[in-house]
């Protein structure tokens, strides 16, 4: 009975602690881990979307960058973290979708985290180099099935975004071109600019500024409007590949049974940051669309991170990736 009476008050008094931490959180820096190197898309937006949340939770974020092996090192130390809700992780859905099918991971993508928010979505962009001739997107495919096997296409890497929308494309059009992995998408467009490879399925983030300066030559817009940041790319509607749409959305997690008061503050910083005038136009200016209002919640980002897990999962094991 004794026992039992301890094990009683042990748990009350652990019940006690974890709402009084809630309530008096944050009270310390909080880490977000990036799972990219700085620089690219994902820590553009971790870094103007970290600066919004330490205004509003009154504790500085200090973003972190690991993309080693696709991220997946990253959010595996997001998987171990104390689930007190200072270490926080944003991240991309190659990093918390594709990898689910391309890796063995030692964690459970789906089941083994909190999802907070979808924080933003950036379209992908079809680009080439100058040098090809095709015009517009019918051109385009029309040259690539002319051509099998000679055309290049650059990825970051095996299983990347750039990669699965590569393998979507020769699916949805009956083309076949080479892959050629880089490091990162930032390499992969130094070789595009170079004349080196043919193609990219690149974020808009990535592919504007080249762009606008003239430097490459935009198809389509693999979404359902035109980009504002870009209003005369057409949509691949328009552009004659109706309905290939793929978003490279970010979302921010915590590590699984952190408290749902903890979550909430989060949740709430993330929806003043994204209601925020000046974030709002720092986002549209790269090329990133605002979720809806449902989407900025953990269940939008739960909801979200399913389906496309159940749109690409198939699509990956059937084209055979893996990580090498």
């Given at each position: 009975m004794k026992r039992l009476l301890?094990?009683?008050?042990?748990?009350?008094?652990?019940?006690?602690?974890?709402?009084?931490?809630?309530?008096?959180?944050?009270?310390?820096?909080?880490?977000?881990?990036?799972?990219?190197?700085?620089?690219?898309?994902?820590?553009?937006?971790?870094?103007?979307?970290?600066?919004?949340?330490?205004?509003?939770?009154?504790?500085s974020i200090v973003v972190e960058n690991q993309g080693a092996a696709g991220g997946t090192v990253a959010v595996g130390r997001l998987a171990r973290a104390a689930p007190d809700g200072y270490t926080i992780g944003i991240g991309q859905y190659g990093n918390f979708v594709l990898n689910g099918a391309i890796y063995k991971l030692s964690?459970?993508?789906?089941?083994?985290?909190?999802?907070?928010?979808?924080?933003?979505?950036?379209?992908?962009?079809?680009?080439?180099?100058?040098?090809?001739?095709?015009?517009?997107?019918?051109?385009?495919?029309?040259?690539?099935?002319?051509n099998p096997e000679k055309a290049?296409?650059?990825?970051?890497?095996?299983?990347?975004?750039?990669?699965?929308?590569?393998?979507?494309?020769?699916?949805?059009?009956?083309?076949?071109?080479?892959?050629?992995?880089?490091?990162?998408?930032?390499?992969?467009?130094?070789?595009?600019?170079?004349g080196e490879i043919d193609l990219l399925i690149d974020q808009a983030a990535n592919a504007l500024p080249e762009i606008k300066a003239g430097q490459i030559r935009a198809y389509a817009v693999?979404?359902?409007?035109?980009?504002?940041?870009?209003?005369?790319?057409?949509?691949?509607d328009e552009a004659g590949l109706p309905g290939f749409y793929v978003s490279v959305w970010h979302g921010l997690w915590a590590p699984k049974a952190t408290p749902a008061d903890i979550i909430a503050k989060l949740d709430d910083s993330i929806r003043r940051a994204l209601a925020d005038a000046t974030v709002r136009q720092r986002l549209a200016e790269i090329g990133q669309d605002i979720p809806a209002a449902e989407l900025q919640t953990p269940k939008g980002l739960r909801t979200l991170q399913k389906a496309e897990a159940d749109k690409w999962w198939p699509i990956i094991r059937a084209a055979g990736i893996k990580a090498e």
């Open positions: 301890f094990l009683i008050a042990m748990a009350v008094w652990s019940a006690l602690i974890t709402r009084v931490n809630a309530e008096s959180y944050p009270s310390r820096p909080i880490t977000l881990i990036v799972p990219s190197a700085p620089g690219g898309p994902t820590d553009t937006l971790a870094r103007i979307l970290a600066e919004s949340m330490r205004q509003t939770l009154g504790q964690y459970d993508l789906l089941n083994d985290f909190a999802p907070i928010a979808v924080l933003a979505s950036n379209p992908q962009i079809i680009v080439s180099k100058n040098a090809v001739p095709a015009k517009d997107l019918a051109e385009l495919i029309a040259w690539l099935k002319k290049s296409q650059g990825t970051a890497g095996s299983g990347s975004p750039a990669h699965i929308s590569g393998v979507y494309f020769q699916n949805a059009t009956g083309t076949r071109f080479q892959f050629v992995p880089y490091r990162g998408a930032a390499p992969a467009m130094k070789d595009l600019l170079a693999t979404a359902k409007v035109r980009l504002d940041a870009a209003p005369d790319i057409p949509t691949v």
